[in-house]
T-cell receptor, first 108, second 110 residues
Framework: GQNIDQPTEMTATEGAIVQINCTYQTSGFNGLFWYQQHAGEAPTFLSYNVLDGLEEKGRFSSFLSRSKGYSYLLLKELQMKDSASYLC?????????FGAGTTVTVRA | TAGITQAPTSQILAAGRSMTLRCTQDMRHNAMYWYRQDLGLGLRLIHYSNTAGTTGKGEVPDGYSVSRANTDDFPLTLASAVPSQTSVYFC?????????FGEGSRLTVL
């Protein structure tokens, strides 16, 4: 099975940087995904890591260390619209298991 | 662009009644999934299908059944609903990469 842990809540100021950590224990691993979910909406794909290292996509970056069972999502130049839940998900046998999500609140 | 369509958007159901949540995708993805999302627990996999004609159990399959008669449709049935099945249900599809989610179906069982 999977055990995926991420913080429940984080608060940051507009224009700042926030790092959301995710640790996981899994019996198999095909990759790690990050999703964004605004309240009342469906999750939308942000990033995918299958090899160790940093993947950068605009203001969002994601890092993976497979040996440590660790990933983080870095959000730079925070905007009010970034207030949302961020879901860490591990792929095992091409089925995704999700963490409970981290609610990020961006304050002006 | 339709992507994944779920119906109904919202439903209130009496305990003991049956209900089918519909899911249709137009992306010709082989794999489809049903998740439920509950506060504090995140998304949990109910059932999945890797390709038309096959289905499998996820983390929380009890009380639910699915079928996959063709590539596009993946309905989820609750044979006899119970209050603990009150949740938001998301259907998703994949071509082997990221999941694409429908807008969700909010089900309340009283």
């Amino acid at each position: 099975g999977q055990n995926i842990d991420q913080p429940t809540e984080m608060t940051a100021t507009e224009g700042a940087i926030v790092q959301i950590n995710c640790t996981y224990q899994t019996s198999g691993f095909n990759g790690l995904f990050w999703y964004q979910q605004h309240a009342g909406e469906a999750p939308t794909f942000l990033s995918y890591n299958v090899l160790d290292g940093l993947e950068e996509k605009g203001r969002f970056s994601s890092f993976l260390s497979r040996s440590k069972g660790y990933s983080y999502l870095l959000l730079k130049e925070l905007q009010m619209k970034d207030s949302a839940s961020y879901l860490c998900a591990v792929s095992n046998d091409y089925k995704l298991s999700f963490g409970a999500g981290t609610t990020v609140t961006v304050r002006a | 662009t339709a992507g994944i369509t779920q119906a109904p958007t919202s439903q209130i159901l009496a305990a003991g009644r049956s209900m089918t949540l519909r899911c249709t995708q137009d992306m010709r993805h082989n794999a489809m999934y049903w998740y439920r999302q509950d506060l504090g627990l995140g998304l949990r996999l109910i059932h999945y299908s890797n390709t038309a004609g096959t289905t499998g159990k996820g983390e929380v399959p009890d009380g639910y059944s699915v079928s996959r008669a063709n590539t596009d449709d993946f309905p989820l049935t609750l044979a006899s609903a119970v209050p603990s099945q009150t949740s938001v249900y998301f259907c998703a599809s994949s071509d082997g990469g990221e999941l694409f989610f429908g807008e969700g179906s909010r089900l309340t069982v009283l």
